[in-house]
T-cell receptor, first 115, second 111 residues
Framework: EPEVTQTPSHQVTQMGQEVILRCVPI?????FYWYRQILGQKVEFLVS????????KSEIFDDQFSVERPDGSNFTLKIRSTKLEDSAMYFC?????????????FGPGTRLTVL | QKEVEQNSGPLSVPEGAIASLNCTYS??????FFWYRQYSGKSPELIMS????GDKEDGRFTAQLNKASQYVSLLIRDSQPSDSATYLC???????????FGQGTELSVKP
């Protein structure tokens, strides 16, 4: 069964450093998302991406964040200068449609720890 | 005002019982509703989706939607210890794809 994959599973970084989180969405999916979940809190939407551009972004997704689809398979989230409060699980998701159902399937997540 | 609300629990039920999980949402134009299961430290895993008023059954799971009351629920019949997890209610509007999640209800099924 196709699945979303993410690397690395755990990333430890120093405050102020840049990190890139990588995702490989399900191959025939066209819509890609990043969510984050701070420990003990709810899953929060960050950004959606379609046709090589951002469709929607949340207030969390400020200038420190960027997304890119550098090739036909990868989808990346970059945090330019990490802060302590960026420590969270980051989930990538993908869906084949956006309207109506458009079920989103989640990857296993990357745990980001900012020291 | 919170957009998607769930009782945080924990909800504790004995093995074999019915677990009932509830969710309310604030945006009347919401069109699609999803229940995800999340084990500790893991990612959300889709259990059910529902789009129309009424009930939708899949094995031991039944989702119920009432758009007039802005209410969606999940029933788990014959609960098993392996069902112990946090259950996330997620809502999607009629435009755009973002999911808005509730804070989740922790379910504990006791053998």
């Amino acid at each position: 069964e196709p699945e979303v994959t993410q690397t690395p599973s755990h990333q430890v970084t120093q405050m102020g450093q840049e990190v890139i989180l990588r995702c490989v969405p399900i191959s025939n999916h066209l819509y890609f998302y990043w969510y984050r979940q701070i420990l003990g809190q709810k899953v929060e939407f960050l950004v959606s991406f379609y046709n090589n551009e951002i469709s929607e972004k949340s207030e969390i997704f400020d200038d420190q964040f960027s997304v890119e689809r550098p090739d036909g398979s990868n989808f990346t989230l970059k945090i330019r200068s990490t802060k302590l409060e960026d420590s969270a699980m980051y989930f990538c998701a993908s869906s084949d449609v956006i309207a109506g159902g458009g079920t989103q399937y989640f990857g296993p997540g990357t745990r980001l720890t900012v020291l | 005002q919170k957009e998607v609300e769930q009782n945080s629990g924990p909800l504790s039920v004995p093995e074999g019982a019915i677990a009932s999980l509830n969710c309310t949402y604030s945006d009347r134009v919401s069109q699609s509703f999803f229940w995800y299961r999340q084990y500790s430290g893991k990612s959300p895993e889709l259990i059910m989706s529902i789009y129309s008023n009424g009930d939708k059954e899949d094995g031991r799971f039944t989702a119920q939607l009432n758009k007039a009351s802005q209410y969606v629920s999940l029933l788990i019949r014959d609960s098993q210890p392996s069902d112990s997890a946090t259950y996330l209610c997620a809502v999607k509007g009629n435009q755009g794809g973002k999911l808005i999640f509730g804070q989740g209800t922790e379910l504990s099924v006791k053998p």
